[in-house]
């Protein structure tokens, strides 16, 4: 099978890296030859640091970069049978991209985006035959992450669905069928994550490295919010939310904070730039945490409250089903047990209960409890898992 991938940034190298490795021949366009370059000899690194660890021969090795082609121009992609970009997250540049490409293609050839928050029906409607089209959304880094979001557009076949679906899954991934809603699953359940630590440390209840500690010593999370931005980088992790803020007409769950904004207006973007919300240059003068358990557990539960009912919600409005939810979550984000099966854990009361005393302290609509957690608690029910 012949896979096109448009784009050789970091997300377009980690698919196009994992369509070689699994027997695919691989065309990778970009149209700047210093990116293909570049992804050229990041990917031989990292070739090289796998057969240092012994997960791949040298014949292997060989085999996966003589099967990937780098190319400047996109009739390159003439016989290709999947075609997926992993480009800039701006609408238009992504219709004139499948435009341009539509003309090149066989009428059979699938044509996905990598999208993480734009709509795939927006971007579907520039082809002639929106039908081929849908989202299929990697997490970084794409080879190690085994979570793949398959959104269908409405103008999407259930076939096209259906093939790529399986497709992704025989590739060894772990698939998960979302709705084409802003964020679809992971970027729209792990708003809170971010938006409520921020929340927190703006109305000066904890500071960062407390934030932290919280949530990686107490909720057991792999990352905490702070280091988990600025490993992102403030530019890419603001612009997700802003999008999702817009694109649900400005609720306020997902409002945006004039604190990350600041800092990505100051180029301060986190590990790549060297300073966040951490200094990377001197990290003597970062700040300890303040262990202080009941603080701690205040913060983790303010958290953890609010993803749930967001991933309740996700549920409600049928984004996903439960089980794809809890793979996201875990696949996705590596959070450390499934949303749906903490509030059972929790138990649905807590939730509630949590929720409201949230929306009677700051009567904002942020704090409003999901109508599928109210109605489990009125019933005196679980999530099904």
Request: glycine share 6%; hydrophobic share 40%.
């Given at each position: ?255 945006p904070s004039f604190t990350q904004k600041r800092l990505a207006e100051a180029g301060y973007l986190g590990r790549k730039t060297g300073k966040g919300f951490y200094d990377y240059n001197n990290e003597s003068i970062n700040p300890k945490p303040t262990e202080d358990e009941k603080l701690g557990y205040h913060i983790l539960n303010r958290i953890l409250v609010m993803l ?78």
């Amino acid at each position: 099978m012949v896979i096109g991938v448009i784009g050789a940034g970091t997300m377009g190298s980690g698919i196009a890296q994992i369509a070689s490795t699994q027997g695919c021949q691989v065309v990778l366009f970009d149209k700047n030859p210093k990116v293909l370059q570049q992804s050229k000899e990041k990917l031989e690194k990292i070739l090289n640091r796998l057969i240092e660890k012994s997960r791949l021969t040298e014949e292997e090795k060989l085999d996966i970069i003589n099967r990937i082609t780098y190319s400047k121009d996109l009739k390159d992609f003439k016989t290709a049978e999947f075609c997926i970009e992993a480009i800039i997250e701006d609408l238009e540049v992504k219709q004139q991209v499948f435009k341009d490409l539509e003309q090149i293609i066989s009428k059979d050839a699938v044509i996905a985006t990598n999208t993480s928050s734009l709509s795939i029906a927006s971007i579907a409607s520039a082809l002639k035959h929106p039908e081929r089209c849908l989202g299929v959304h990697f997490f970084n880094p794409a080879p190690l992450m085994p979570l793949v979001e398959i959104i269908p557009a409405v103008q999407t076949d259930k076939i096209v669905f259906d093939q790529i679906f399986e497709m992704i899954k025989s590739w060894g991934k772990t698939p998960v069928r979302a709705k084409d809603t802003p964020g679809f699953i992971v970027n729209r359940v792990a708003r809170p994550f971010y938006g409520e630590a921020l929340r927190i440390l703006e109305e000066d209840i904890a500071d960062v490295a407390t934030i932290d500690w919280a949530m990686t010593a107490l909720g057991h999370f792999k990352m905490g919010p702070f280091q988990l931005m600025d490993f992102i980088g403030h530019d890419v992790n603001y612009a997700v939310t802003e999008t999702v803020f817009k694109a649900f007409y400005y609720d306020p769950r997902y409002k945006p904070s004039f604190t990350q904004k600041r800092l990505a207006e100051a180029g301060y973007l986190g590990r790549k730039t060297g300073k966040g919300f951490y200094d990377y240059n001197n990290e003597s003068i970062n700040p300890k945490p303040t262990e202080d358990e009941k603080l701690g557990y205040h913060i983790l539960n303010r958290i953890l409250v609010m993803l749930i009912n967001e991933a309740a919600d996700a549920l409600y409005l049928n984004i996903a089903s439960a089980e794809d939810i809890e793979l996201a979550m875990t696949k996705g984000v590596n959070y450390p047990k499934g949303l749906l099966s903490w509030a059972n854990e929790r138990g649905i009361h807590w939730c509630v209960q949590r929720m409201d005393d949230l929306y009677h302290q700051y009567h904002e609509d942020r704090y409003r409890c999901s109508p599928m957690l109210r109605k489990l608690h009125t019933e005196n029910k679980q999530f099904k898992l």
